[in-house]
T-cell receptor, first 111, second 115 residues
Framework: DQQVKQNSPSLSVQEGRISILNCDYT??????FLWYKKYPAEGPTFLIS?????DKNEDGRFTVFLNKSAKHLSLHIVPSQPGDSAVYFC??????????FGKGTKLSVKP | GAVVSQHPSWVICKSGTSVKIECRSL??????MFWYRQFPKQSLMLMAT?????????EQGVEKDKFLINHASLTLSTLTVTSAHPEDSSFYIC???????????FGSGTRLTVV
C-alpha cells in the first residue's frame, strides 16, 4: 500500500494566486519530509523540507506545513509564477534514509 | 494501482564486484524507466532514461559501461553497477511511467555500500 499519497494528480492556478499542494502519509515513524520539483526531461530537484519536530518551514515563496496528527503536509507557493509549472513530488524519509515518494502533482500556473 | 518494486533495498558488496538492482512494475506496463542516484542534501541525479526494448539514454557524466541498464520488458528494468568502488556507494532509485496515466511511480530505493 502507498505510504505517501498525493491524491491530486494535477492542479491549475492563476498567476499571482496561491498554489497548495497536498500530501498524506501513513507511517507515523517518518521523521523527515521533502518536496521535489520536476521539469520535463530532468530529474527531480530538491525544493524544501521539514523535520517532524516542526510544523512549518518557510523559504521565500515556498512554505511547507506539517500536521503530524493528521499525517498530512502541504506545500504553499505564494505568489505562483508561470515558471513554477512542473510536477511536484512529496517524499518521506524512512529510518534508513531511503526516500519514499508520492506519485506527484502536476502544477500549471496560467498567466 | 501503479506499484514499482525495487530490490534489493540494501546491499553491501566488495570493491571490484558487480551489483544488480531490479525495478519491476507490478500492475502496469512501464514504457519508460528512470534511474536516479541520491546525493547528499537530498539531491537526485538523473542517471539514465530507458524505454522498453531500446538502449538507455545516459545523462552527461554517467559512464554507460559502468552503469549497465537493461529494460528488456515492459515490467522489468535493471541497473548493474559493474566493478563497484567505494565512491559508488549511494542510494539508487528508479521511477517509471506507463501507458496508463499513473504519473511517475518511484521504487523504494536501494542503498548500495561498497567496502
Amino acid at each position: 500500500d502507498q505510504q505517501v499519497k498525493q491524491n491530486s494528480p494535477s492542479l491549475s492556478v492563476q498567476e499571482g494566486r496561491i498554489s497548495i499542494l497536498n500530501c498524506d502519509y501513513t507511517n507515523s515513524m517518518f521523521d523527515y519530509f521533502l518536496w521535489y520539483k520536476k521539469y520535463p526531461a530532468e530529474g527531480p530537484t530538491f525544493l524544501i523540507s521539514i523535520s517532524s519536530i516542526k510544523d512549518k518551514n518557510e523559504d521565500g515563496r515556498f512554505t511547507v506545513f506539517l500536521n503530524k496528527s493528521a499525517k498530512h503536509l502541504s506545500l504553499h507557493i505564494v505568489p505562483s509564477q508561470p515558471g513554477d509549472s512542473a510536477v511536484y513530488f512529496c517524499a518521506a524519509s524512512g529510518s534508513q534514509g531511503n526516500l519514499i515518494f508520492g506519485k506527484g502533482t502536476k502544477l500549471s500556473v496560467k498567466p | 494501482g501503479a506499484v514499482v518494486s525495487q530490490h534489493p533495498s540494501w546491499v553491501i558488496c566488495k570493491s571490484g564486484t558487480s551489483v544488480k538492482i531490479e525495478c519491476r512494475s507490478l500492475d502496469f506496463q512501464a514504457t519508460t524507466m528512470f534511474w536516479y542516484r541520491q546525493f547528499p542534501k537530498q539531491s537526485l541525479m538523473l542517471m539514465a532514461t530507458s524505454n522498453e526494448g531500446s538502449k538507455a539514454t545516459y545523462e552527461q557524466g554517467v559512464e554507460k559501461d559502468k552503469f549497465l541498464i537493461n529494460h528488456a520488458s515492459l515490467t522489468l528494468s535493471t541497473l548493474t553497477v559493474t566493478s563497484a568502488h567505494p565512491e559508488d556507494s549511494s542510494f539508487y532509485i528508479c521511477s517509471a511511467i506507463g501507458t496508463e496515466n499513473y504519473g511517475y511511480t518511484f521504487g523504494s530505493g536501494t542503498r548500495l555500500t561498497v567496502v
